[in-house]
């Protein structure tokens, strides 16, 4: 009997198992795998590391204060480096953009496109500062629950242009194309559409500015791994190896979890880190209700899937640094392809994470450990990816890089393993293979996210597909949030059961109270 079964070890569980282990209760994770970080995974392959989801830092101070909830410091732990620049992003024509996070530097990357553009980015910054300080600051952090919430802001989020897109907003303060993607692209990061998702994400270059654009050294594993240090020296307790089937019910809601194998666990609160319609489709019961959440789920809107390619490279390229992005010609195209086309795509983008430039530790001398990410629509749009096809796409992405870009020396022999969006439905068992879980639109967020909060009693949910979302700082402003949830539930129904032993009638008592009493 547990106060917590956390089921998943992903970033967003071990946040919210440190929060809830932290707050003295006995918290467990249950992970399918046999390591923790799930996206967040390591692959070493003869001298070459490689992080194979997340490698960017933003937002640091959540990670420091998650470190500060358990009583220590971030550095103690972890070494993390601020970027320089923060990412080069090359257009097909050549060019490169690169972006630093600070006025002089990218004025003058932007009078080599636009002079007339320089004024339009110090108005952009004013515009999105504010946006950062009404919706991360103060609304990001906050449940929603509630309709009235919600309904409470829209003046605020109208007044911010919130029911604008990332491109319109963008658009507004620049002319010139590339410009335009520089400033618009990043909703790809946590698996939004630059046209359709809203302008309140235009704030991630300001809160990159603010906050700056880091790599913990060793790589996201490392984070991973002082994270399941961070937990275990709390007490808590991990399971690996451990697949939960469905969730158990009890009269009162979800009162425990059922394992491959046979095996069941009790406790107060079930917190899914699985994928939420996964959650809400395969592992809640039928019979536990939900109906409204289970239609939402299966109509909703996923983000785009990606395609990796793991490579050890022989040299390294100077194009590159740290991060680079390259763009498709047709950027408007190819973004109505990737999330409202056929599934076929007539041109390819990539993000390039080159991280032996800034810690040597992951690559073998004068090679370099290179990893490749193609956005490609998600298996709703079609499934392409059997043996053969991921063969020949394969091949397109070593070609691609090699002659368009001019990244000679790549070649498909140097691949040490790929990920396909099957890989993310089999391995994640994320709804149509999505890489980032609900699109991040506003008709999917906030209230209209699923709610961190449970449609059960005793459950509740954090990580990518609840609110506020994808991306390691939207993670872990879940599990601050949802943390908040259950140690106010707990601590409610603990009460109950003090006032109810002395006034209620006993019946009453039981229900609200008899494991906690069990186990007191
Ligand atoms: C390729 C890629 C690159 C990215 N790059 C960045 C980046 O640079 N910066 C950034 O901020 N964000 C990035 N993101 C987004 C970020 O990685 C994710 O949003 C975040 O890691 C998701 O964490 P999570 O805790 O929600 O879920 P997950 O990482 O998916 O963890 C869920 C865990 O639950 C476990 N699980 C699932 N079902 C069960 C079950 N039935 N029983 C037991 N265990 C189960 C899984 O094994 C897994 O360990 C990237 C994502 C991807 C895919």
Known sequence: MYDVIVIGAGLGGLACAVRLQTAGLQVCIVERSQMPGGRAGVLEHDGFRFDTGPTLITAPSLLRELWACANRALEDDLTLVRLEPYYRIVFADGRWFDYWGDSERDEAEIARFSERDVQGYRDFLAATREIYQRAFRELAGQPFEQLRDFVKIVPRLLQLRAHESVYRFVSRYFTHPSLRMVFSFHPLFIGGNPLRASAIYSMIPYLERQEGVYFAVGGMGRVVEALERLFGALGGEIRYGALVERLVLSGEGVCGVHLAGGEELRAHAVVSNADVATTYLRLLPAAAGARLWRWRLRQAYYSMSCYLLYLAAPSRHPLLRHHTIFMPVDYEAHLHELFDGDGTLAELAFYLHAPARTDPSFAP??????????????????????????????????????????????????????????????????????????????????????????????????????????????????ARITSRLVLDDISRSRRTVELSVGHLPIEVTQRKGERWLAQR
């Open 365 to 478: 001398p004068g090679a370099d450990s290179l990893y490749s990410l193609t956005p490609v629509p998600h298996l709703g749009h079609g499934d392409r990816w059997s043996p053969e096809e991921t063969e020949r796409f394969r091949e397109r992405v070593v070609t691609t890089l090699c002659h368009l870009h001019g990244l000679e020396g790549i070649d498909t022999a140097h691949v040490i393993a790929e990920k396909t969006p099957r890989d993310f439905l089999e391995q994640h068992g994320a709804q149509l293979g999505a890489a980032f879980s609900l699109e991040p639109v506003l008709a999917q967020s906030a209230y209209f996210r699923p709610h961190n909060r449970g449609a059960v009693p005793g459950l509740y949910l954090v990580g990518a597909g609840t609110h506020p979302g994808a991306g390691i700082p939207g993670v872990l402003l879940s």
